[in-house]
Every structure is written in C-alpha cells, then in structure tokens.
C-alpha cells in the first residue's frame, strides 16, 4: 500500500519544545516523513493507513494543542500570541526589579511584591505547565518542566515566607517573574528567528500567490491563480508573475527564471515554449494555455520537495536528540543534588540552597540542542534553493561533506547534450527521405538528450511521413518502435565497424537501413569544474554508456584521468558500488540509463533538464543546466555542517560551564534565566549567518 502525505495545522505550540513532543508522539505512532514546524503551524507525516487519522489528531489535542481544518480562517485570541503574554507579565515584572534595585519602600512590601508577582505567575503557569505536563506525557521531558519547577518553588518559598511573616529574606517573588517573563521573551526571539529560517520556503509560496488573467469569449476576467484551470487562455503582461505552468500561444518575452533556476540573465520565450509558473515576465506579452496547475505546477513540486528535505535528519542531529531526551532528568537530578549538598554540606541555608538549586534548573537549555540542527538545515536548504539547487534531503547534506569521488556522465552532463549530425548512411536502394521519417517517428517518443538533437537536426529537412504504434526506450541501449504495418525497427548504439564514425544504427526487422554519425559539444564550463573539483580533493570519474573513444576524447579535453566507457545501467551499478567501498561517491547524471546509479550513489544529483525518471532517482537536482552548480552545492554543504557543529558545540559547551556555575552558586536565576532565554537564539543567529556568509 502506498503512503500518502498528510498535513495538519496545530495551533499552541510555541517553541521547538512543543514541536519535539508532537514529533515524538508522531514517531510512537509508526508514521514517517514526520515535520513538526511550530512557527508556521504545520505538522506533516506520511501513512499508509488513513484510518488512524482521527486517533492521531486525538493524541495531539490531548497534548494540549488544537487541530483545526483552515489556518487562514483561524484567529488566535489575545492569550494565544506569545509576544502578549511577554508584553503582559513584562508590566508586571519592571516593577518588581525597579523595586529591588532602587530600594522603594512601598514595592519592598511582601503583600504588594505577591501581587505583582501573582498574575505573571498565573500567566508562566498556564503556558508553561501545559507545554511541559505535555512533554512528560510525550516520554520527552523538555526545558519548560525545568522553568516550570524553578519558577514554581521561587513564589512557593516566598508566599510560605509572606504567610509566616519570615521575613524579607523569604522574599524573592522578583526572582519567579523575572524566570518566566525572560523565557518568554526567549520564546519570542526564537519563534521570529526560526520564521526567519524557513524563508526560503515562504518566498517560494508567496510566488504562487498571484492573480491571472483569464481570456474569456474575447475579453479578460481576473481571478485567482488557483482558480485557472488545465485548458484555460491566459493573458500575462509585461512584468507580472506567470501565474502557472504552460506553453505560449502567441507573443514572445523575455522572463526572469531567477527564482528557479538561480540564472541572473532573462530567458527568451517564443511561441510553444514552455514557462513556468512564479516565474516574471520582464519584458513583452504573451498568451499561453495553462497546462499544469495546483499542486502539478514545477514550482509546487519544489515546495513539497523542500519540506520533506527539511523533515529528513542528518545523522549528526541524532547526537543532539539523544543527549536532550535524557537532558531533563539528568538536570532534575543535578538540582537536587545541589540543594543537599549546599544545605546539608555547605550548611549554606535554606535560601541560598534553593537559589542555587532553581538557578541549575533554570540556565539549564535543551532547546538550543534541538534547534542546533534544523535550523542550518532549514537555512542551507533554503539558500541552495536560491542558487537553483534542489536538495531533496537535509541528510544529504551531511553524506557529500567527506565526498571523495565524483562520478560524472557523459552526455548531457559534462556536455551539452546538443549533438549534432556529421552523416547518416543509407543502405543501398534506400531512400534517405524514408530513413529521415523513420529517424524522427522514432526519436520524438524520447527524451534522451541524442534523441532531441536527432529531431532537432532533421525536422526541417525533407522527410516521409512515419506512423507509429508504439515506441519504448531500452535503458542504455536505444529505442525500439512498430509501426501500424507491424514492422519493427531498433535505432541504438548498435556499431558495425570500431574503425568508422557512425555510432547509431537503424534497423527495420533486424535487416540494417542506416548508420548515423553524430558528435556532442563540451559545456564551456566543464574543465574549470574539474580542476576546482581537483583542488578540493575530490576525484572525477567519467562513467557513460557512449563508445570508448568518444569517451576517452571529452576526458582527454576536460583533464579526467579515469574513464569507464561503454557500461549499460547494471554494470553502471557496479562501478559505483566499487568507488562507494572506497569513499563517499557522488553521481551526476542525467538520463534513464542513469537512475539506478543515481540511487546506488551516496548522493545522486540530476539536472533540471533530465529525465523524469532520473530527477525522482536523484538526492539533488540542478535547477539550471550550468555545471558551477556542482561546487556551490558542495559548497553550500559543507558550510552547513560547519554550522551544525558550530551549534552544537555552543550548545554542549553552555550547558557543561552554565551548569556547574550555577550549582556551586556564582549565578542567580534571573542572570540563568536570561542566559538560557538567549542560547537558543545565538544558535539560530549562527544559522541565519548561513544566509549572507561566504562560502567559496
């Protein structure tokens, strides 16, 4: 049984903590796929068995978080917005620090201290009790159980000492509100960064959002681009947003593919060229008939395609998400073991040993351990994605960071995939009118790079007319077709004579009709690649199908010393299998005959113009045909890494001094609760650095 992707907005979750409670739940279940986002409020997973959908949306209510149908109709009330309970419990809490720093009487009073502590109390009760009564039911413990307990034992102690008339050494209501207002004011830093991070994706949704104009019985009605519909005319003018996928009717323009491909140049567009929806019109007008809409359209595909990526971990996070799942006993019992020993061993006094101990519960962070990876994730992603790269998968940016080879094909890849026709041969008595038509009849079933040039070569030659029943491609060897007489023909990579040019033959029921000479050119940016590829350590391999000295001659040019020439798609495994042994081995390809290598590969990287069959095959695919594309990705990769492990190490290394600090009592828990509030958020701003930082 096939599984589908199902989507669900959540509202109450207000931080990664409560994101890693329902992905958690998500994960007891048995589902995969699983994305919690809490800043936009979108859970995704994928099952087989939709049936459980009702139990599953249960399980997450009681939770304590709201699943609802329409997030566009739903408004959140007052109390549901983060930033007002900060601004709310901020009211409260700068008069209490005024009245500890500056000594006025009238706020020294116990009374008046309660009840301005009292509502912000309320307030970190209700938001954080929830999150973390939710969490332990979860089975994962989070950072608000540890905010939740400090805060609560500081107004605990101090209204056992206001009731007991102990005195103002009993008093330390400020301490509890300053706790739950900086953690609050953290969670507002990090919902806002976090947003930041997944901006990529935004910008690509915002693209669709756009309007169109539907040419309707001669006129032109606006509406919606969710509303067009496969069939339909579309007007688009200079400077609007193409709103769909389609091919031009009429006019031609320049349009700004910018978004997609990452290309800074405009691209000409003339009458049954193809355009893609988001993309801008700059200069021109066009007609065009909508051929792919909603979620079939190019740029809808890439959106549900940088989702999923950003829900594939890399296997370094499993690092991080160990060590936070036992983070929050281990912390529970490293307070209670600084309250015994300061107060049985230090004979420090009950305040004292009580500060110390919610000072450990407090600077206390697992949130920046589990935002250290998503968040470079979400931001490397979503930069490639600007530069025209599609990396379906955050875990395959971790697999090309130790790449050791790179295993390059041959036609469409290293060249342009444009060949061009030096001879066609014709067997005696035939006419080479009838091979043309047969040649043409046969090709423009297939999208393999020879077979476009093939018909791009001689379809405005003179030719006979060909009809065909059927016509299927053989990976890595040609084409075979019958017409509606029932003759078959074969026209491959069948070669008679090792000594001559022609590299294709033509066969009509197994008797030769012709042979074919053809020759491809070298992108232009091809040798440079290899050499920077050289520079960073990396080893080029060329691995095609095509004939050894075809081969060995574009190597030759290019400067790739090792060439496997002449391999059909299982021995093309082989070879990508024995480099795998020896290190991590990247595939770019771009046909049929390539998937299967694609998908051995550590890491498959297609181009945008391959295959169908060969981008689902591939990891990463290459919005725009030009080869720099390669060393940015790698480029890119490794700079996300780096920033994990940048993340990571900030996250372990505060927590290993800031716990220790603030069990032997050199911090206080306002300065630990500030402290905490922003680790989190140094974290993400290291992620967002991702953003501009050079990485050549």
């Known amino acids: 049984m096939t599984e589908q992707l199902i989507e669900l907005n959540v509202t109450g979750m207000h931080c990664n903590n409560c994101a890693l409670s329902v992905h958690k739940l998500l994960e007891k279940r048995g589902l995969h796929n699983i994305l919690v986002d809490f800043a936009s409020e979108e859970v995704k997973f994928s099952t087989s068995d939709t049936t459980k959908l009702p139990e599953i949306k249960k399980g997450i209510e009681s939770l304590g978080f709201r699943v609802i149908d329409d997030i566009s109709q739903h408004q959140p009330s007052f109390y549901d917005k983060v930033e007002n309970k900060f601004i709310f419990c901020a009211l409260f809490t700068v008069p209490l620090l005024l009245g500890m720093w500056l000594l006025w009487h009238v706020l020294h009073q116990p009374i008046v201290q309660l009840l301005l502590c009292l509502p912000v109390f309320i307030v970190g009760c209700l938001h954080f009790s929830k999150s973390a009564w939710s969490s332990v039911k979860g089975g994962v413990p989070n950072m608000d159980v540890l905010i939740f307990i400090g805060s609560t034992s500081a107004f605990v102690y101090s209204l056992t000492g206001t009731l007991q008339h102990l005195g103002p050494k009993y008093q330390f209501y400020e301490t509890c509100a300053t706790i739950i207002t900086l953690v609050l004011l953290g969670n507002v830093f990090e919902k806002r960064s976090v947003t930041q991070t997944t901006s990529a994706v935004k910008d690509l949704i915002r693209f669709q959002q756009v309007n169109a104009n539907r040419v309707v019985n001669g006129g ?3 509406i919606s681009a969710k509303e067009v519909r496969p069939g339909d005319t579309l007007l688009v003018n200079q400077g609007d947003k193409i709103p769909v996928d389609g091919e031009i009717l009429s006019g031609s323009a320049s349009v700004d593919e910018a978004m997609l491909t990452g290309e800074s140049l405009p691209v000409e567009k003339k009458k049954y060229d193809r355009v893609i929806g988001g993309t801008i019109l700059v200069n021109g007008n066009v007609h065009m008939l909508a051929t792919k809409v909603g979620s079939n359209t190019i740029l809808s595909q890439i959106i549900e395609l940088m989702k999923k990526a950003q829900a594939a971990k890399p296997p370094i996070q499993k690092l991080g998400d160990k060590v936070a799942s036992i983070f929050v006993p ?7 073991l600084t309250f015994a020993l300061t107060f049985y061993v230090g004979q420090a006094g009950l305040q004292h040993s009580l500060l110390n101990a919610i000072a450990v519960l407090v600077i ?21 994605a600007k530069n025209g790269i599609l990396i379906k998968g955050g875990d395959t940016i971790e697999a090309v960071a130790h790449t050791k080879y790179v295993v390059f094909d041959k036609t469409g890849t290293l060249t342009t995939g444009k060949f061009n026709i030096n001879e066609i041969k014709a067997e ?23 077979a476009r040039s093939l018909v791009s070569g001689l379809k405005n030659l003179p030719r006979q007319k060909v009809i065909l029943k059927v016509a299927k491609e053989e990976k890595g060897l040609g084409m075979r077709a019958e017409d509606v007489e029932g003759n078959n023909y074969f026209l491959g990579t069948a070669k008679l004579n090792k000594d001559d040019h022609f590299n294709l033959s033509l066969y009509k029921n197994q008797q030769l009709l012709a042979q074919v000479a053809i020759d491809d050119e070298i992108k232009p940016e091809t040798a440079a690649l290899i050499t920077q590829l050289k520079k960073m350590g990396i080893k080029p391999i060329l691995l095609s199908g095509d004939k050894k000295d075809r081969c060995l ?35 770019i390809g771009d046909g049929i005959n390539d998937a299967p290598a694609l998908t051995k590969a550590d890491v498959g990287v297609s181009m945008n113009d391959a295959s169908q069959v060969a981008i689902q095959s591939a990891s990463v695919v290459l919005l725009n045909t030009d080869l720099h594309s390669v060393i940015k990705f790698l480029q890119i990769s490794k700079h996300t890494l780096l920033t994990i492990k940048q993340n990571l190490f900030w996250a372990f290394a505060y927590n290993i001094i800031a716990i220790p600090l603030a069990a032997l009592g050199f911090l206080n828990p306002m300065i630990g609760a500030f402290t905490m509030a922003f680790s989190d958020v140094i974290v993400i701003g290291n992620s967002l650095r991702l953003k501009i930082k050079k990485v050549d």
Not at 330 to 336: D, H, K, M, P, Y
Request: a positive charge; glycine letters at 8%.
């Open 364 to 384: 206390s962070c697992p949130c920046a351990m589990g935002l250290a990876t998503p968040t470079a994730v979400m931001v490397g992603l979503g930069r490639a």
């Open 553 to 587: 001659k574009v190597a030759a040019t290019i400067g790739i010393k090792e060439v496997h020439a002449e391999k059909l798609p299982d021995e093309k495994l082989n070879v990508i299998d024995r480099y795998k042994q020896k290190g991590k081995t990247i595939m």
């Open 330 to 336: 281990t912390v529970l019992g490293i307070s209670l």
């Open 428 to 450: 005696s008595g035939i006419d080479i009118e009838l091979i043309r038509g047969i040649i043409i009849a046969i090709e423009e079933r297939s999208n393999h790079p020879i």
């Open 220 to 222: 032109v009605e606006v």
